[in-house]
């Protein structure tokens, strides 16, 4: 059946750049979606792209998208403290289907 | 534009208890869906709802139950509460009547978090 996966932890040092992976299977994936999850609360949207666009880049989000592997990233530039948190990947074809989510702790 | 709304944020319950959550969408979304997550599951999803119509249900017991309003606002309840319940429930809603469909993404409110003990 559909499957998201990511690996489940990622930690990077303050002012680097964070790179979180998601791999998906179904290939009629038509949106792929990026959410943050802070403690205590719900998941924020942070962005998105269409299945028929390679890059997309939003302020300090880069999201990579290489359809044929069926790879999705998100780059986070100059990570700060307030990037914590638990990011999801998600993507639709006939439904959403989330990953596990990949928790990022910064290192000072 | 007010967000996803969930009430309450905490709720305390105990085993055979009944407990009913509120979610208030984004006006002008009609749609509006149901998640537990778990940190041994991840976020899984219970059910859909569109013009108070289920339109799609996950593999949960029929313990969980939900129903949508006229006014797009959703509910959700769990009966016979068992320990495995204590989760936090995500609401979410978005404009399209089918999630998935389209460039409509989901809008979460903060969750519910519910102990059973």
């Known amino acids: 059946g559909e499957d998201v996966e990511q690996s489940l932890f990622l930690s990077v040092r303050e002012g680097d750049s964070s790179v979180i992976n998601c791999t998906y299977t179904d290939s009629s994936s038509t949106y792929l979606y990026w959410y943050k999850q802070e403690p205590g609360a719900g998941l924020q949207l942070l962005t998105y792209i269409f299945s028929n666009m390679d890059m997309k880049q939003d302020q300090r989000l880069t999201v990579l998208l290489n359809k044929k592997d069926k790879h999705l990233s998100l780059r986070i530039a100059d990570t700060q403290t307030g990037d914590s948190a638990i990011y999801f990947c998600a993507v639709s074809a006939s439904k959403i289907i989330f990953g596990s989510g990949t928790r990022l702790s910064i290192r000072p | 534009k007010a967000g996803v709304t969930q009430t309450p944020r905490y709720l305390i319950k105990t085993r055979g208890q009944q407990v009913t959550l509120s979610c208030s969408p984004i006006?002008?979304?009609?749609?509006v869906s149901w998640y537990q997550q778990t940190p041994g599951q991840g976020l899984q999803f219970l059910f859909e709802?569109?013009?108070?119509?289920?339109?799609n249900k996950g593999n949960f017991p029929g313990r969980f139950s939900g129903r949508q309003f006229s006014n797009s606002r959703s509910e959700m309840n769990v009966s016979t509460l068992e320990l495995g319940d204590s989760a936090l429930y995500l609401c979410?809603?978005?404009?399209?009547?089918?999630?998935?469909?389209?460039?409509?993404?989901?809008?979460f409110g903060n969750g519910t978090r519910l102990t059973v003990t």
């Open positions: 709802y569109f013009s108070e119509t289920q339109r």
């Open positions: 979410a809603s978005s404009l399209a009547p089918t999630i998935g469909q389209g460039n409509s993404p989901l809008h």
């Open positions: 006006s002008g979304h009609r749609s």
